[in-house]
Nanobody, 117 residues
Protein backbone atom coordinates (compact mmCIF):
# COMPACT_ATOMS: atom_id res chain seq x y z
CA UNK A 1 0.00 0.00 0.00
CA UNK A 2 1.37 3.39 -1.04
CA UNK A 3 0.36 6.50 0.85
CA UNK A 4 0.66 9.92 -0.78
CA UNK A 5 0.42 13.19 1.12
CA UNK A 6 0.07 16.47 -0.75
CA UNK A 7 0.79 19.92 0.59
CA UNK A 8 1.35 23.45 -0.63
CA UNK A 9 -2.07 24.49 -1.83
CA UNK A 10 -3.70 27.77 -0.94
CA UNK A 11 -5.05 31.06 -2.18
CA UNK A 12 -2.98 33.03 -4.68
CA UNK A 13 -3.64 36.03 -6.89
CA UNK A 14 -3.70 35.75 -10.67
CA UNK A 15 -0.16 35.80 -11.99
CA UNK A 16 1.21 34.35 -8.78
CA UNK A 17 3.01 31.09 -8.10
CA UNK A 18 2.66 28.05 -5.86
CA UNK A 19 4.65 24.89 -5.36
CA UNK A 20 2.82 21.71 -4.51
CA UNK A 21 4.56 18.76 -2.86
CA UNK A 22 3.61 15.10 -2.70
CA UNK A 23 5.49 12.79 -0.37
CA UNK A 24 5.22 9.04 -0.79
CA UNK A 25 5.35 6.53 2.05
CA UNK A 26 8.43 4.78 0.66
CA UNK A 27 11.06 4.70 -2.06
CA UNK A 28 8.72 4.01 -4.94
CA UNK A 29 9.90 6.27 -7.74
CA UNK A 30 12.04 3.62 -9.43
CA UNK A 31 8.94 1.57 -10.28
CA UNK A 32 6.12 4.09 -10.26
CA UNK A 33 5.13 6.81 -12.67
CA UNK A 34 4.03 9.84 -10.69
CA UNK A 35 1.54 12.45 -11.79
CA UNK A 36 -0.50 15.46 -10.80
CA UNK A 37 -4.19 15.62 -11.66
CA UNK A 38 -6.73 18.32 -10.92
CA UNK A 39 -10.47 18.60 -10.59
CA UNK A 40 -12.06 22.00 -10.96
CA UNK A 41 -15.55 22.98 -9.79
CA UNK A 42 -18.11 20.96 -11.70
CA UNK A 43 -15.43 19.27 -13.79
CA UNK A 44 -13.93 15.83 -14.06
CA UNK A 45 -10.44 14.94 -12.92
CA UNK A 46 -7.79 15.55 -15.57
CA UNK A 47 -4.06 15.07 -15.97
CA UNK A 48 -1.85 18.10 -15.36
CA UNK A 49 1.66 16.64 -15.51
CA UNK A 50 3.42 13.30 -15.30
CA UNK A 51 6.97 12.24 -14.51
CA UNK A 52 8.05 8.69 -15.26
CA UNK A 53 10.41 6.47 -13.30
CA UNK A 54 13.20 7.55 -15.70
CA UNK A 55 12.38 11.23 -15.29
CA UNK A 56 10.57 11.89 -18.56
CA UNK A 57 7.92 14.58 -18.16
CA UNK A 58 4.69 15.27 -20.01
CA UNK A 59 2.20 18.09 -19.56
CA UNK A 60 -1.36 18.94 -20.39
CA UNK A 61 -1.59 21.74 -22.93
CA UNK A 62 -2.95 24.04 -20.23
CA UNK A 63 0.17 23.48 -18.14
CA UNK A 64 2.88 23.72 -20.78
CA UNK A 65 5.23 26.66 -20.26
CA UNK A 66 3.80 27.50 -16.83
CA UNK A 67 4.05 24.35 -14.70
CA UNK A 68 7.05 22.16 -13.97
CA UNK A 69 6.95 18.69 -12.43
CA UNK A 70 10.04 17.35 -10.71
CA UNK A 71 11.04 14.77 -8.13
CA UNK A 72 13.54 14.29 -5.35
CA UNK A 73 14.24 10.59 -4.99
CA UNK A 74 16.07 11.05 -1.69
CA UNK A 75 13.01 12.71 -0.16
CA UNK A 76 10.43 10.46 -1.85
CA UNK A 77 8.77 13.68 -2.96
CA UNK A 78 7.50 15.08 -6.22
CA UNK A 79 6.75 18.72 -6.84
CA UNK A 80 4.58 20.81 -9.09
CA UNK A 81 5.87 24.33 -9.56
CA UNK A 82 3.03 26.45 -10.87
CA UNK A 83 3.77 29.91 -12.26
CA UNK A 84 1.63 32.56 -13.94
CA UNK A 85 -1.45 31.12 -12.30
CA UNK A 86 -4.87 31.88 -13.76
CA UNK A 87 -8.34 31.73 -12.21
CA UNK A 88 -9.06 28.68 -14.37
CA UNK A 89 -6.28 26.83 -12.53
CA UNK A 90 -8.52 26.80 -9.47
CA UNK A 91 -9.03 23.15 -8.55
CA UNK A 92 -8.25 20.39 -6.12
CA UNK A 93 -4.88 18.98 -7.11
CA UNK A 94 -4.23 15.28 -6.59
CA UNK A 95 -1.01 13.31 -6.56
CA UNK A 96 -1.10 9.94 -8.34
CA UNK A 97 1.22 6.94 -8.34
CA UNK A 98 0.96 4.22 -10.99
CA UNK A 99 2.99 1.02 -10.74
CA UNK A 100 4.79 0.33 -14.02
CA UNK A 101 4.69 -3.41 -13.27
CA UNK A 102 1.27 -4.10 -11.76
CA UNK A 103 -0.68 -0.98 -12.80
CA UNK A 104 -1.76 -0.58 -9.18
CA UNK A 105 -2.78 3.03 -8.68
CA UNK A 106 -2.83 5.24 -5.62
CA UNK A 107 -4.13 8.74 -4.94
CA UNK A 108 -3.43 11.40 -2.38
CA UNK A 109 -6.17 13.22 -0.54
CA UNK A 110 -5.89 16.36 -2.65
CA UNK A 111 -4.90 19.94 -1.95
CA UNK A 112 -7.01 22.97 -2.85
CA UNK A 113 -5.57 25.68 -5.09
CA UNK A 114 -7.61 28.83 -5.50
CA UNK A 115 -6.55 31.59 -7.88
CA UNK A 116 -8.49 34.75 -7.21
CA UNK A 117 -8.01 38.44 -6.65
Amino acid sequence: QVQLVESGGGLVQPGGALRLSCTASGSIFSHYAMAWYRQGPGQGRGLVARITSSGTTTYADSAKGRFTVSKDNAKNTIYLQMNSLKPEDTAVYYCNALSIYTLDEYWGQGTQVTVSS
